[in-house]
């Protein structure tokens, strides 16, 4: 990929995609600011060499354009951290835009409104690529988080300006390169939460890739009912395709590790109601939204022994009290051993950031599902696009 630092920024319109897909709370303000946090030295590089940054990004999953979505808190985040100039402008394209871009001055910093706001940033729309890139000289793509993603600011922008990654990504990349092709072992594997279609191809590449691979959430209590260890006496329809996408998984490996006991809870949540027990005995109006204390010491031993650590997915239901404390253990036990750990993951961040140990996670990745199918081993759709952007310069060159 081309080099951030080999190119002249000063005087440049620097069309830069980061992540502030933040969380906003009831009264504007962004309640936790890792991810723009994380952008900071490449904005930082970019305004101390004289360019002129336009900042573009999404915020959630609005449908349309909906101002509870707006990045104008964000910008405001951003303003705080940086101390520098920041204008925000409510609109993301059209001729105000233009007019705001006109104005810059060098090391100015102009922030435009979500992405989402149109269509065309998610069906990868062509002429909204177009009418991105005409607002910049070069595009710099620093949203690691986003990368999985064939969006027009992601796919769209590199095919017309010269386009960069910027350091976060640059990061991003090389860490999580060196854990899958060169780590410390024994390395373990840990992987949670919900999403269970997206972390098939990523279990099978680490159980080739690792030591121990430790499951929770719903992916574990998934392989508990193919291996026969919890009984359902049927399944709903998005149950049994799970079923069909788990039998793909070895699940005699050696490698795998399941909870032994749980926390349970109702499915039909109708009262308080939770109870440590067995997976085996789970009962039928029962669900399993924790692993138990077993299973947690079961973890214990073997994340002790670690050298490498990639964690991705919280163990229960974090977001409940009564759910938590299954990952929010083995946070605190990564953060206590002499291993390098890499951690990523929206639940995941948070039980770090709930326990004030960010600075005994030796890396802290702002991608979910970038993070996921990048140690999965699939192509990033705005890496790729980086590296074409990269040989149609090596081309021209030629």
Same mark, same amino acid.
């Given at each position: 990929m081309n080099n951030l630092r080999n190119v002249n920024v000063k005087g440049k319109k620097v069309l830069l995609r980061c992540d502030l897909n933040v969380p906003v709370n009831s009264k504007g303000i962004v309640s936790d600011d890792f991810r723009i946090r994380k952008s900071i030295p490449t904005i930082e590089y970019l305004r101390s060499s004289g360019a002129k940054i336009i900042i573009i990004s999404h915020l959630g999953q609005p449908k349309e354009k909906d101002l509870r979505f707006s990045l104008r808190p964000a910008a405001r985040k951003l303003w705080e951290l940086i101390k520098g100039k920041i204008t925000f402008v409510p609109e993301t394209?059209?001729?105000?835009?233009? +007019?705001?871009?006109? +104005?810059?001055? &060098?090391? &100015?910093?102009?922030?435009?409104?979500?992405? +989402?706001?149109?269509?065309?940033?998610?069906?990868? &729309?062509?002429?909204?690529?177009?009418?991105?890139?005409?607002?910049?000289?070069?595009?710099?793509?620093?949203?690691?988080?986003?990368?999985? +993603?064939?969006?027009?600011?992601?796919?769209?922008?590199?095919?017309?300006?010269?386009?960069?990654?910027?350091?976060?990504?640059?990061n991003e990349i090389r860490v999580l390169s060196d854990v899958l092709v060169s780590p410390e072992r024994p390395l373990v594997s840990i992987i949670g939460g919900v999403k269970i279609g997206t972390k098939i191809k990523v279990i099978e590449k680490l159980l080739e890739k690792s030591d121990y691979l430790l499951l929770g959430g719903k992916i574990a209590n998934a392989l508990l009912v193919a291996k026969g260890i919890c009984v359902k006496d049927s399944l709903t329809e998005d149950e049994e395709d799970l079923m069909e996408l788990v039998k793909s998984i070895d699940l005699t490996n050696p490698k795998i590790h399941l909870p032994v006991d749980g926390v349970m809870g109702l499915i039909n949540f109708d009262e308080d109601y939770s109870r440590v027990g067995a997976v085996g005995t789970l009962r039928r109006e029962e669900g399993i939204y924790d692993i138990g204390p077993e299973t947690i010491e079961k973890y214990r031993s073997i994340i002790s022994e670690a050298k490498t650590i990639i964690w991705n997915g919280p163990l229960g239901w974090f977001e409940k009290e009564e759910f938590s404390k299954g990952t929010l253990e083995i946070a605190r036990i990564i953060s206590q051993g002499i291993n390098f750990s890499a951690v990523g993951g929206g639940e995941t961040v948070d039980a770090i950031q709930k326990l004030g140990i960010e600075d005994k996670i030796e890396y802290i990745s702002t991608g979910g599902g970038a993070m996921l199918d990048f140690l999965g081993g699939k192509d990033l759709p705005g890496i790729n696009a980086l590296e074409e952007n990269s040989k149609k310069k090596e081309n021209v060159e030629d």
């Open positions: 394209i059209g001729m105000n835009v233009e +007019r705001e871009i006109k +104005r810059m001055n &060098d090391g &100015d910093v102009l922030v435009l409104e979500n992405l +989402r706001f149109f269509k065309g940033e998610e069906s990868n &729309d062509d002429r909204f690529a177009k009418e991105l890139s005409s607002l910049g000289d070069m595009f710099v793509q620093d949203g690691f988080g986003v990368c999985h +993603r064939a969006h027009a600011s992601v796919v769209g922008i590199p095919k017309y300006i010269p386009s960069y990654p910027g350091f976060l990504l640059e």
